[in-house]
């Protein structure tokens, strides 16, 4: 959604409420938006949080291969039937 297009929307949504109503509408709006961002942190931390992700994503992927190859185990080998033709 464009931002033209989320304050028109905002604009109508909130016509119809009083001055103080609006004002506490958009009050409450712009602290969604504050609470939204993320939050600064520092190098490490980031490159802490980084690694974290990068590990649980390798254990991710190790797990799903895992499932892959017991699947493939389990499944019988699907080969092309021959053709008397050859």
Same mark, same amino acid.
């Given at each position: 959604?464009?931002? %033209? ?14 001055? %103080?109503?609006?004002?506490? %509408? ?5 602290? %969604? ?10 190098? +490490?931390? =980031?490159? =802490?949080? +980084? ?5 649980? @994503? ?6 799903? @291969? ?21």
């Amino acid at each position: 959604m464009s931002f %033209s297009t989320t304050v028109v929307r905002r604009y109508f949504e909130t016509k119809h409420l009083l001055k %103080s109503d609006r004002m506490k %509408s958009a009050e409450t709006h712009n602290e %969604s938006l504050l609470t939204s961002l993320p939050k600064n942190v520092s190098r +490490g931390e =980031w490159q =802490w949080a +980084g690694d974290l992700l990068r590990i649980k @994503e390798k254990a991710t992927m190790r797990a799903r @291969e895992a499932l892959s190859a017991e699947r493939h185990r389990l499944l019988p080998a699907m080969t092309p039937a021959l053709s008397s033709s050859c």
